[in-house]
């Protein structure tokens, strides 16, 4: 946490510069800023919240390692195995490529990510100590809150619930699920475990749910419920949730109207079958963007850039007016913030994470995605012309 006066920034949506001053590591009113204080003059750049990844995957990554050529199995349960199967092979779990991936985030504006961390009975709990190693390493240059993900099933792969309740008892900070009924083939029995590991810790939870169809949609229906029954508003992600791009319009309204009322999130990564974006905007349920896993077994793809996330985001969804490419924006932005519960923006009380672009308008940074100028972090200058600083 640190003290920082901003002079001649121009934030997102504003026409013209102002100052902003940061205090503590939250924005404070600029007038506030004592004589002396850390100063940087933006010269008028644009100035963003920070980015916030929703869904990543950091500590399957093999970021800064050598190049490993893809050879999982079709299909998910391919995915799952040859992710495995490779890990000592590709030397994974590693806090050293993890701080790799972290710091070209970083240099590219996030400032916090939600990452899923695989809980199983072939690693334990490794993934997570070296995900903690890397975090501890970066010194507070990135924030990051751990989701316990049984990627192997928790039922179809037994002792996987026991690792996940450890997890959350030394401190993994939400507890994730994988597709009840098309991997588990028993979704209540699945969701009941999660839902009851999430009130047995008081934590939230974030589900990938890649089922599609019908089956996905009677799985959205059963998340919200259990979300209701135990107030956990506010609290749930439901990741991918792929179905709802291709429901019929009617289900779509009404599984929209249901999120929105009961308080119920999504994570996108940008798939080729786009969420109804505009719909889900216009309801106020929050979307938050992630790169998912970036050079890892399951995908040699990404870097870990959030506004290339935005852009294939945009892309995805057709988007090419700049106030729908906002939009894409938006869920690497205060998307995210919302699903983690964070407050992104230039008012008094908001995070002290920001980022300055040399662009003239947000919608030109999705498109071009330049080098980042500078990225701030509560207050503290953590990058600078891509260069962590
Ligand atoms: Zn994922």
């Known amino acids: 946490m640190a003290d920082l006066l901003l002079r001649n920034a121009r934030p997102w949506g504003a026409d013209t510069t102002t100052d902003l001053y940061i205090r ?18 933006l010269g008028g750049k644009l100035l963003l919240p920070g980015f916030v990844d929703a869904h990543a995957h950091v500590d399957k990554t093999m970021w800064g390692g050598p190049w490993l050529p893809h050879t999982s199995g079709p299909g998910l349960m391919g995915k799952i195995m040859g992710g495995v199967e490779r890990r000592a092979e590709a030397g994974i779990p590693s806090a050293d490529y993890i701080t790799a991936l972290l710091t070209n985030m970083i240099v590219s504006g996030t400032t916090h990510v939600r990452s899923h961390v695989d809980i199983d009975p072939y690693q334990g709990l490794a993934a997570v100590a070296a995900v903690r190693e890397a975090v501890e390493r970066l010194d507070g240059r990135i924030t990051m809150e751990t989701v316990a993900f049984p990627q192997t099933g928790l039922l179809i ?38 839902f009851g590991l999430a009130e047995k810790h008081g934590v939230g939870v974030d589900i990938h ?23 956990l508003g506010g609290k749930v992600t439901i990741s991918h949730g792929y179905c709802l791009g291709e429901a019929a319009p009617a289900v779509q309204d009404q599984i929209i109207a249901q999120l929105a009322e009961t308080g119920v999130g999504l994570a996108t990564v940008a798939p080729s079958i786009s969420l109804p974006l505009v719909k889900l905007r216009e309801a106020g349920v929050p979307v938050g963007a992630g790169n998912d896993g970036v050079r890892d077994l399951w995908s040699p793809y990404g870097t870990g850039d959030m506004l290339e996330r935005a852009l ?14 906002e939009i894409a924006l938006e869920a690497a932005t205060y998307g995210g913030a ?31 995605r330049p080098v980042r100028s500078l990225v701030i972090k ?7 012309e891509g260069e962590l600083v």
């Not at 503590?24 to 003059?41: K, L, Q, S």
């Not at 919302?338 to 008094?348: K, Y």
Request: glycine letters at 14%; aromatic letters at 4%.
């Open 378 to 384: 509560g207050g503290r200058i953590v990058a600078r």
């Open 157 to 194: 792969s037994p002792g996987t619930a026991e690792l996940m309740d450890q997890g959350l008892a030394e401190g993994v900070d939400l507890v994730g699920g994988i597709d009840p009924a098309g991997l588990e083939n028993d979704p209540v029995r699945h969701l009941d475990t999660v």
């Open 338 to 368: 919302r699903l983690t519960g964070r407050s992104h923006g230039f008012a008094p009380g908001d995070t002290g994470d920001f980022v300055a672009v040399d662009t003239r308008n947000a919608a030109e940074a999705v498109c071009v």
């Open 209 to 231: 749910l890649h089922d599609r169809g019908d089956m996905g949609i009677w799985q959205y229906k059963l998340i919200l419920e259990r979300t209701r029954a135990l107030g």
């Open 312 to 325: 294939f985001l945009a892309q995805r969804a057709g988007f090419v007016r700049d106030e729908e490419i």
């Open 24 to 41: 503590d590591g939250v924005v404070a009113p600029p007038d506030e800023a004592p004589e002396g204080v850390a100063t940087e003059d």
